[in-house]
């Protein structure tokens, strides 16, 4: 998998606002937020995109949305939030290091845009 800015973020090498991690796991916060609360929850092992994971990654998905989960409970918004994964370029995603959105703090419209 190429190198990424997400990547350059686990290094340290680039700053970012982190509100979470564990050995499995980093986040921190959207720079351009789309919610009060808008956090990146990424995994510290590369990994392009959603479609790119397989049954041997079935522990890491699921340890990605406890963790949104937690985050969520720590930021207040465990009542009401959205999750969003954007997978490949046609569906927005703009950093080729899977990352879960993890959005609150606002109410949200159905369908998404
Ligand atoms: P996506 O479009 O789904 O690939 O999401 C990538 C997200 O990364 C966007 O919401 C960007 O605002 C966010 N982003 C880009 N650069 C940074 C950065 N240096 N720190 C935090 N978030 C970033």
Redesign the pocket.
Known sequence: MADT?FSR?IRRE?Q?DIVFEDETCLA?????P?APV?I?IIPKTPLTRLTDAGEQDAGLLGKLLLAANRIATEQGIADAFRI?V?NGAGA?????HL?L?LLGGRSFTWPPG
């Open positions: 800015l973020i680039i970012a921190f916060r959207d720079i351009n789309q808008h990146l969003v954007n927005g995603q703009s950093v080729f990352h959105h």
